[in-house]
Nanobody
Framework: QVQLVESGGGLVEAGGSLRLSCAAS????????MGWFRQAPGKERDFVAG???????CYDDSVKGRFTIFRDNGKTTVYLQMNSLKPEDTAVYYC????????????????????WGQGTQVTVSS
């Protein structure tokens, strides 16, 4: 079992930046693949970014070049640096974790992940 707690959300103007954090506790953090998803009102929960145990990353096309996912295994935390934010980035952002091997795909499907945080709200004003 792993527990995930997101933080860092808030209100920001278009063009601004935010950094989300996801603190993990429980089993060995480094053996998990991690991901960020987001859900806007009335919409599905969509993939944003993922990072493997080995550090390989993947992104949805809508955030490539603007968002960066990275992890600090010593702090058992995964981050999502969000730059050049747009109003359409407004959503609740969720952290997710999956038991994974060191060499594994960068998981992008919601059903791939075993554990979820409670979410943090990000609102981008125009």
């Amino acid at each position: 079992q792993v527990q995930l707690v997101e933080s860092g959300g808030g209100l920001v103007e278009a063009g601004g930046s935010l950094r989300l954090s996801c603190a993990a506790s429980g089993r060995t953090f480094s053996s998990y693949a991690m991901g960020w998803f987001r859900q806007a009102p009335g919409k599905e929960r969509d993939f944003v970014a993922g990072i493997t145990w080995g550090g390989r990353t993947c992104y949805d096309d809508s955030v490539k070049g603007r968002f960066t996912i990275f992890r600090d295994n010593g702090k058992t935390t995964v981050y999502l640096q969000m730059n050049s934010l747009k109003p359409e980035d407004t959503a609740v952002y969720y952290c997710a974790a999956k038991d994974a091997a060191y060499i594994s795909p960068c998981y992008q499907r919601r059903d791939d992940y075993n554990y979820w945080g409670q979410g943090t709200q990000v609102t981008v004003s125009s």
